[in-house]
Nanobody
Framework: QVHVVESGGGLVQAGGSLRLSCAASGRTTNIDAIEWYRQAPGVQRDLVARVNVYDMTNYADSVKGRFTISRDNANNTVYLQMNSLKPEDTAVYYC?????????WGQGTQVTVSS
């Protein structure tokens, strides 16, 4: 069992920054990858950023150059640094841990970017 908790969301003006955190507890050995998704109302949940066991990262085209995913292995925490935020970044952001072939989701954290 893995318990995942996101935090760090909030309201920010366009051009501002936020850092999201995603902490996991439980049986987190054999991590395959950790991913950030986002979902706006009425829209499917989309992958935003990903870091795998080799620390290789991938980003959606819409966030490249603005968002950075990073890992703190000692604390089982992954961060998403979001800079130059745009109103279209407004969504609920979810974190997914892929551990030993299984997936574990957090409850999400709301990010709202005002114009």
């Amino acid at each position: 069992q893995v318990h995942v908790v996101e935090s760090g969301g909030g309201l920010v003006q366009a051009g501002g920054s936020l850092r999201l955190s995603c902490a996991a507890s439980g049986r987190t050995t054999n991590i395959d990858a950790i991913e950030w998704y986002r979902q706006a109302p009425g829209v499917q949940r989309d992958l935003v950023a990903r870091v795998n066991v080799y620390d290789m990262t991938n980003y959606a085209d819409s966030v490249k150059g603005r968002f950075t995913i990073s890992r703190d292995n000692a604390n089982n925490t992954v961060y998403l640094q979001m800079n130059s935020l745009k109103p279209e970044d407004t969504a609920v952001y979810y974190c997914r841990w892929l551990v030993n072939g299984r997936q574990w989701w957090g409850q999400g954290t709301q990010v709202t970017v005002s114009s």
